[in-house]
């Protein structure tokens, strides 16, 4: 899949009308909205990167050049501007490092699906998810603090430097040195990247940057001790192209608790055991109306699962179990294996049953491709 | 002329101004920083065509700077008052980083002119995010 989809951004970036867009503008089919229509690729998952499932609808719209499946994603956090922000209480602390359990829900996002199936039946979802309670290490509370500090230290000699080239040139252009807002903006811009650059290379020749940032994204990464995620969606079903034609689809309301044990207390390596418990309620109405009454297929479902997952610095090893229960039964089996072989290039594999009572052998073998570099981005045709 | 031309020869933006007076009353300025990169904000004055800095944020502060003295109304005269928030972005994901550009809150309040309190909001083109891992934004205010 991921093959197919690294060509085609080849091929449409070689063509002379694009426009650059930017890989998280697309990540969006992770949503709970997606994943209650059966779109989504596992079921227990707690992904820091959600540009891997963006990368699966592209290809979906691209390979069909129809909008068949189509989803968004929105973080109301981000169309807020709010006075009261700060890096501290946005990573989750105070200035006397106590923990916000909480601070995460403020995350919180919603969604909306539209998903056309074979028989041309338009199903629309709304969801919303958030991390609703977490847990940080002490030991990655002071180090966030150690490095927030360095980089403190970083941006008061940004400063300085920025006062220096300031003097050297005589200041920055401002409205009223130029006839039109055209010369200003190049004026603007111009002293901008002389600017930069100046900042840099003293930052540079003084050897201020010693790593910080490299260590705060490290540090950002890290995985709480404990981590309960929560996700609810609803599905409204229409047929026959009918507005009035419409009926309850789905309902789902899960959530993943995430548990992380770290046996190296001096925190050199981030090899973990890491525990997972699923837990989720399905109820679909998809009654059809019509004769004969086996036609219904109406059910609620409760899964209840539970995966451990062995993850050292390339390598994770995992297990997964998950209960079926309600008008459906059955279980789900699976073990799985993750290898980094380079930065962002993994080597995946899952074995084991899915919950159908034949046809139940899963075996996938497959390739992630490196999707976490944030210079990343696609070109899109206009 | 054509508002062809009209459009191309436009001029939208015109310097920010504080009004002062001859007294000798403290001009003072508030700056609240609502972001959530790291950030230093720092008050600089330009005199004599000499941009000398005054005062900066706390470390603790995030960017914010409570109402500080700057001078005495009739020392600024005809200054410029600057303003620079750098802002850190390595605390926050890369998916993160542009949503918390578009997301930032400053606002800078002026006090102790003869027409009292005055605040000025940060404006897109205040922002220079030339620099993948940093933002500078500068706000420049003319006494008058």
């Known amino acids: 899949m991921y093959y197919a989809l690294f060509y085609s951004a080849i091929i449409v970036g070689q063509q002379t009308n694009s426009v650059e867009t930017p890989l998280y503008d697309l990540d969006v089919p992770n949503s709970p909205a997606f994943i209650l229509l059966d779109e989504s690729p596992?079921?227990?998952?707690?992904?820091?990167?959600?540009?891997?499932?963006?990368?699966?609808?592209?290809?979906?719209?691209?390979?069909?050049?129809?909008?068949?499946?189509?989803?968004?994603?929105?973080?109301?956090?981000?169309?807020?501007?709010d006075k009261d922000r700060n890096a501290y209480n946005f990573y989750g602390i105070d200035e006397n490092k106590k923990q916000n359990y909480f601070s995460k829900l403020k995350l919180a996002s919603i969604s909306a699906a539209y998903v056309k199936d074979k028989d041309s039946i338009v199903n629309l979802s709304v969801g919303a998810r958030a991390t609703i309670f977490e847990i940080k290490r002490p030991e990655d509370i002071d180090a966030y603090v150690d490095t927030y500090n360095q980089i403190y230290s970083l941006l008061q000699k940004t400063q300085k430097y920025v006062t220096q080239y300031r003097n050297e040139v005589e200041g920055d252009p401002t409205p009223d040195q130029f006839d039109t807002t055209e010369e200003y903006t190049a004026a603007l811009k111009a002293y901008r990247l002389a600017r930069t650059k100046y900042v840099n290379q003293k930052l540079k020749e003084n050897a201020a940057n010693t790593g910080q940032t490299e260590k705060m994204q490290e540090i950002i990464n890290r995985k709480p001790i404990l981590a309960v995620d929560l996700a609810i969606a609803y599905n409204h079903r229409f047929s026959s192209n009918e507005f009035n034609d419409n009926d309850f689809g789905r309902f789902g309301v899960w959530s993943t608790v995430a548990f992380s044990l770290f046996p190296d207390k001096n925190a050199s390596n981030y090899n973990s055991v890491n525990i997972y418990g699923f837990t989720r309620y399905l109820e679909d109405g998809s009654f059809n109306g019509l004769m004969?009454?086996?036609?219904?297929?109406?059910f609620n479902a409760f899964d209840?699962?539970?995966?451990?997952?062995?993850?050292?610095?390339?390598?994770?090893?995992?297990?997964?179990?998950?209960?079926?229960?309600?008008?459906?039964e059955g279980y789900r089996s699976a073990g799985n294996i993750r290898y980094q072989i380079y930065n962002d290039f993994y080597i995946t594999g899952t074995f084991g049953n899915n919950f159908e009572e034949q046809d139940d052998l899963i075996t996938l073998f497959g390739i992630q491709w490196g999707l976490n570099h944030p210079l990343q981005s696609l070109f899109v045709s206009k | 002329m054509s508002y062809h031309n009209f459009r191309l020869k436009s001029k939208i933006n015109t310097m920010e101004t504080y009004e002062i007076d001859d007294s000798g009353r403290q001009v003072?300025?508030?700056?609240?920083?609502?972001?959530?990169?790291?950030?230093?904000?720092t008050v600089s004055l330009k005199k004599e065509n000499m941009f000398t800095e005054l005062f900066q944020s706390?470390?603790?502060?995030?960017?914010?700077?409570?109402?500080?003295?700057?001078?005495?109304?009739?020392?600024?005269?005809?200054?410029?008052?600057?303003?620079?928030?750098?802002?850190?972005?390595?605390?926050?994901?890369?998916?993160?980083?542009?949503?918390?550009?578009?997301?930032?809150?400053?606002?800078?309040?002026?006090?102790g002119g003869p027409n009292g309190a005055k605040s000025f909001e940060v404006k897109p083109i205040e922002i220079d995010s030339t620099d993948p891992t940093r933002v500078i934004i500068t706000k420049i205010i003319k006494m008058i």
């Open chain 2, 28 to 41: 003072k300025i508030e700056v609240q920083a609502g972001i959530v990169g790291i950030s230093l904000s």
């Open chain 2, 58 to 111: 706390d470390p603790i502060s995030n960017g914010d700077i409570p109402f500080t003295k700057i001078d005495i109304n009739r020392k600024l005269r005809s200054c410029l008052i600057l303003v620079d928030t750098i802002m850190d972005l390595s605390n926050l994901t890369p998916e993160q980083r542009d949503r918390a550009i578009k997301s930032i809150y400053l606002v800078y309040t002026f006090t």
């Open chain 1, 42 to 81: 596992s079921v227990i998952q707690r992904p820091n990167s959600t540009r891997a499932f963006g990368l699966s609808l592209l290809q979906d719209v691209t390979e069909d050049g129809v909008l068949n499946n189509f989803a968004l994603e929105a973080t109301p956090f981000w169309m807020i501007k």
């Open chain 1, 292 to 298: 004969p009454l086996n036609s219904d297929d109406r």
């Open chain 1, 304 to 328: 209840l699962g539970i995966k451990g997952e062995l993850e050292f610095d390339k390598l994770i090893i995992g297990y997964e179990y998950i209960n079926r229960s309600g008008d459906l």
